[in-house]
């Protein structure tokens, strides 16, 4: 019984783990934000958010492949929302996101890569 | 008509619009755009100087920012629709991700961001919008929170994509690109029409939906003031640098400072 419990548990976890996409937070003066990228079906995504109120504006990117060539996506950006997404469909692969973001006094995080 | 006229209406557009608000928001506005025309490129100061960006300039400011990543060796594709033609977009390839970052900075970053904060609607339009948005994605099978603004049922759908099952679904994708200013979706290039204003809901004009003087603002104060952070912080502009300002504010002409 223990083992059978113990083979659903490491079965969910590695579920769960399988599901969420690659994940970072991290934070540049006052302004912490997150961001994540994944890729499933044909659609790439990077998401890029922020975690608090010092955040004034966020940018993300994704690199993805179609027809074997890889692409940057414009980034894709947003002021009163805290987050945006950039999402592109009918992509091949993915196979990183790029956020970065801008803190309420003016510090400009460098782009933050994440896998 | 390809000339809609949008009404700049930026962060605090919302809260600061109106009475003396708007007076003190005009005063400080004057004093900031002296700033931030220093500081802004020629060409992205001649779109935003008169506190107006039309779809025509919003749409050139593209093409010189394609045109210019294009003279860098730069392979671009562009500019294309995203958001039901709300907006448009580029990408590039490379394996410098910040390969577009010069020409980005030159003819886009500050026309690119204005164009996203005036397709935001406000108001009772906000309110509309958030009642469409959320029965659209309460018909494809999500079930978004009733109460609260569009930005937290933005915030709902974002989430949302992070479930690999909705992450791919059609149908919010669908809703996403009627509605959301705050996911854009584009097909990859060689899946574009290249028409890139096939838009089946056209970019937000001032007069569409605002009522001039009530709830549409001119560039807010605290905008420029991060748009000058921003730049300061981002754009290494030669000609900046030498301290003058702009004498010319024709994007077809060489400018030079005085």
Redesign the interface.
Known sequence: MIRRLAVLFTTLILAMVMIVPAASAWSVAECSFNGWNSFSGNTAKAYTGATNTGCDAVWGKVHYKVDAIWDWSMPCYTYIYDFCIKNVNGADDADLGKHRALSNSGGLSVWYVSY | MKSLIVGVV??VAVASCGGSATNSHSASLSSLLDRVGDQMPASQLSALRDLELTYDEYERAFHLAVQCMSDQGLEV??PNSENNGRYL??????TD????SQC?EEHLSYV??VW??SQ?PTGAEADRVREEYADCVHSVGLDPPTDGDL?IL??FV?ES????TW??NAAL?AC?RQYS???????????SSGKPWSATRKPRSASESRQPGKDVCPISAN?LT?LA??HT??VRHELTTQGGRFRCFDDSQSCSPP
């Open positions: 930026l962060a594709r562009g977009t580029y990408s590039f390839s490379s991700s910040e390969a577009d980005f690119h961001r996203v904060e935001i930005a933005e915030r974002g994509l992070r479930d690999p992450g791919n994708d996403i200013n705050a996911i854009f979706s584009n097909d990859p290039w060689h899946l905008f991060d952070q921003l912080l981002t």
